[in-house]
């Protein structure tokens, strides 16, 4: 039987991963949610007739003057009078230009002495003013709901006053390690033990999708204490991820501990390398994944899988991790029969570089690349200069 292509897993896990419900926010602890209503403005922005610079709040049908200074302005402050002809008022960024006058002249733009000051150019009508409401009106949309929170938009949420916001709830999930071999990252391994390194990966990869991780233990490789684990995680959570026990071991019991459980299967193992055994079933809106206990396929698996369906339990319209075509730096040799998903180094605006990495179980190797090139199944050697798909992760390529 073929296996399942990546493009038929993701639609049958994106089919499942429904946004969840609202809640309310504090705007202080918004940052990265979707937001599940529209915010509107509670009034015109700006708020006033802004000066845009420091300088002299004119008239422009004055000229250049000379004009008579009556006044200073800071940012805060008003200018309660109305200036008449021939007057000027000293005025600070952001602060109101008074009534009467139409534009602002910066400071370089003129010359002053303590009564009077004379435009070296002349201003036009609205020069450095921007008009009150020009940006957004009151009751205007100010951010829509669908939208993340960036920081910007923070910001424009804080400047009209929305203390609390509805945002898309947060999936709350639990990772499950599965594997009489692992011992905890505290603990000193016995000769043919290692420490769980999956958890390590898998936990900040869904954190930073926007879950929060409210379980994380270690499971035996026995189908008692994996059921019960797997009861114990789907009365908490709205994702379980399980990592290992999904290939064909001796001791690989998590998928008939999952059907055990009220877990309905919709698929197990996809045609990628690496990762193919990763298990995927859902139990109503509880979604559940078996990722492959190798490090580099559970990884691999978790980027392309995972991530994209917690972005979008979370919210998300575009919940997957943009990719870019780069010119490979060295030729790459070596056809595989399953599309592959390459560790590799990615230099933007300049190539890519394939490595050649010890394979799913090389995390070393694997850690030592910042982004994934996708190739695809059977295909021809690549030439130096041949365009190839990399996935990117923005925060990976910091160094
Ligand atoms: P499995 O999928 O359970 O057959 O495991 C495949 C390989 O991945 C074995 O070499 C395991 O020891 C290793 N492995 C499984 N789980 C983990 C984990 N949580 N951290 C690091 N390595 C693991
Ligand atoms: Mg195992």
């Not at 915010?39 to 845009?52: I, K, L, N």
């Not at 898309?168 to 990772?175: E, F, M, S, W």
């Not at 056809?335 to 592959?340: A, K, V």
């Amino acid at each position: 039987m073929a296996l399942l292509s990546i493009d038929e897993a993701t639609a049958r896990i994106q089919a499942l991963a429904v946004p969840l419900e609202p809640e309310t926010s504090a705007l202080s602890h918004a940052a990265g949610r979707v937001l599940a209503a529209d915010v509107a403005c509670d009034r015109d922005q700006p708020p006033f007739d802004r000066a845009m610079m420091d300088g002299f709040a004119v008239s422009s049908a004055d000229g250049v003057g000379p004009l008579r200074v009556v006044g200073i302005v800071p940012a805060g402050g008003a200018y309660d009078a109305v200036v008449a002809g021939g007057e000027a008022v000293r005025i600070m960024t952001g602060a109101p230009v008074p009534a009467g006058t139409d534009a602002v002249q910066m400071f370089e733009n003129t010359t002053w002495d303590d009564d009077h000051v004379t435009l070296t150019a002349p201003v036009r009508p609205g020069e450095n003013v921007a008009r009150r409401g020009s940006e957004l009106r009151e009751g205007a949309v100010a951010v829509p709901s669908g939208a993340r929170l960036t920081s910007a938009r923070l910001g424009l949420l804080w400047s009209v006053g929305a203390a609390t916001v509805q945002v898309v709830r947060a999936p709350r999930l639990a990772i499950l390690s599965t594997g009489d071999e692992l011992v905890e990252l505290a603990d000193r391994p016995g000769p043919s033990q290692i420490r769980d390194s999956n958890r390590g990966v898998s936990g900040d990869l869904c954190r930073r999708a926007g879950a929060e991780v409210v379980l994380e233990r270690r499971v035996a490789d026995d189908p008692s204490a994996t059921r019960s684990a797997i009861a114990d995680a789907l009365d908490q959570v709205d994702v379980l991820v399980l990592t290992g026990g999904v290939s064909a071991g001796d001791f690989d019991v998590v998928g008939q501990c999952l059907r055990a459980e009220g877990v309905e299967v919709v698929f197990h193992k996809v045609d990628i390398r690496p990762g193919k055994p990763l298990w995927f079933g859902h139990r109503g809106a509880q979604l559940v994944f078996g990722l492959p206990g190798n490090p580099v396929s559970s990884a691999v698996v978790a980027r392309v899988f995972l991530v994209p369906a917690l972005r979008r339990l979370a919210g998300a319209q575009r919940p997957h991790d943009p990719r870019v075509l780069l010119p490979l730096r060295a030729p790459f040799r070596g056809t595989g029969d399953r599309p592959t998903y390459q560790p590799a180094i990615a230099e933007l605006g300049v190539g890519v570089t394939l490595l050649r990495t010890g394979g799913s179980g090389d995390l070393p190797g694997f850690a030592s690349a910042n982004a994934l090139a996708i190739l695809p199944a059977r295909h021809p050697d690549f030439d130096a200069g041949s365009d190839i798909e990399v996935m990117i992760d923005a925060e990976a390529l910091l160094g």
